[in-house]
């Protein structure tokens, strides 16, 4: 049985085609934009730094695999989005880039002479559906893998946007074209894959049938520094290190960790908020004196900042899965997540679940480890092992299983 990938972008380091290709049933990758060995040695000369990020566009891990790819007709696709983003539709940028690449794939297939029996299509949402209207009518199975929630997430920013006044700056509205697009490709799709158990949930009051839902986690590939990292017994007379990384905007659920900050201030504890920031002056400035925004950081200062840390926190509203659950347990923290995100944290074992929206859930499970010195101590060792869980073997049998029901 083999599988032929399509996806716009280098999500997750091309875990899906790795993880198939080191299985042996990567048929062929299709992507935008494919870094080769040329490419690598163009973009390290002076003078052309802004294409660096573009050499990481590619992974030794398929340097064996069939790899297709659209590279200049990608950077005019890059540029259109640009210019979509900077007049406030850049959705309607991405419905267009989707349309030129799943258009772009289609194209290239149709000239195939040589499928193989049993075949696979594997695509990701808002980039798939021309080529899902011509392989259907092939009779070729077809998967789409749902990023996020959807319109679900939409709506619950939304609602915090309301309740939260002038915290962001307002949004541009998501078309409706944006969200037909997606649902006429889980129409199409004969398996629609999520990340988490709450996107299968959000799928479904979407109107997509349970049957046609599977939920495979995200991977998570541990660093070696993070594997040598020692965690030494934590000082008690030290402040508490809480540690928010990410995007510092409503859906992660700043607010509410502003709000559990508040209800702690008067305790020994520390919140280090890394990422950038994208809540408003007077939000930032609300936060109590127990509370530091640090903005940006870079891969090293990620890896300093996991080493500072007592305690990891994703109060986050809506989440496809968030890998920084396991790339914290990686480095020995604790996880205090909600249930709005992948399934990573094993409550009393590895971390705590608290509820979206409450501050005050958070603040306790948070004094919980500062009364509890030893629950602390547990749950930074309990971490460690449930990261071999997310595997790239593990990725690669649960995408194996996908042809049961769908090829004869």
Not at 17 to 24: D, K, N, S, T, V
Not at 92 to 115: S, T
Not at 364 to 376: D, I, Q, S, V
């Amino acid at each position: 049985m083999k599988f032929i990938v399509s996806q716009i972008g280098a999500r997750e380091h091309y875990a899906v085609a790795r993880a198939l290709h080191q299985a042996g049933r990567l048929d062929a990758l299709y992507t935008d934009f494919w870094a080769g060995r040329a490419w690598r040695s163009f973009a390290r000369v002076p003078g052309f730094s802004k294409l660096r990020s573009l050499a990481a566009r590619s992974h030794a891990g398929l340097a064996s695999a069939p790899v297709y790819s659209w590279n200049l007709a990608m950077l005019a696709w890059e540029y259109r989005l640009r210019q979509h983003t900077r007049t406030g539709d850049r959705y309607q940028g991405f419905i267009e880039v989707g349309q030129k690449f799943a258009g772009a794939v289609r194209d290239q297939l149709r000239r195939r002479r040589d499928w193989p029996a049993g075949t696979i299509f594997f695509s990701y949402d808002t980039g798939a559906l021309e080529t899902l209207e011509f392989l259907k009518t092939r009779g070729v199975p077809c998967v789409v893998d749902q990023m996020d929630p959807s319109r679900v997430e939409v709506d619950l920013v939304c609602a915090e946007a309301k309740r939260w006044p002038g915290w962001e700056p307002a949004a541009a509205p998501v078309p409706e074209a944006y969200f037909r697009r997606r649902e006429q490709e889980w129409a199409l799709a004969d398996r629609v894959v999520v990340n988490s158990e709450f996107s299968r949930r959000a799928l479904m009051q979407q109107g997509v049938p349970a049957e046609k839902l599977v939920v495979i986690p995200l991977c998570y590939e541990m660093h070696a520094e993070a594997e040598a990292v020692a965690r030494p017994p934590r000082d008690p007379a030290a402040p508490l290190r809480i540690l928010f990384l990410g995007q510092v905007i409503l859906r992660k659920g700043i607010q509410y960790l502003l709000a559990a900050a508040k209800l702690l201030e008067s305790e020994p504890v520390h919140f280090d908020v890394v990422g950038a920031v994208g809540i408003s002056a007077d939000a930032v400035k609300s936060a109590p004196p127990n509370v530091t925004f640090h903005g940006r950081a870079t891969r090293d200062q990620v890896r300093d900042w996991y080493q500072r840390a007592d305690v990891f926190v994703l109060p986050t509203l809506s989440d496809g899965f968030a890998l920084t659950q396991l790339e914290a347990m990686a480095y020995g923290l604790p996880v205090i997540a909600t249930p709005n995100c992948g399934a990573v944290v094993t409550p009393g074992e590895d971390g705590l679940i608290v509820p979206p929206g409450d501050a005050a859930a958070l603040a306790g499970a948070l004094h919980r480890y500062l009364t509890e010195p030893k629950l602390l101590a547990q749950h930074q060792a309990g971490g460690r092992g449930k990261i071999r869980q997310f595997s790239l073997a593990r990725l690669g049998a649960s995408l194996a299983a996908l042809p049961a029901g769908l090829v004869e």
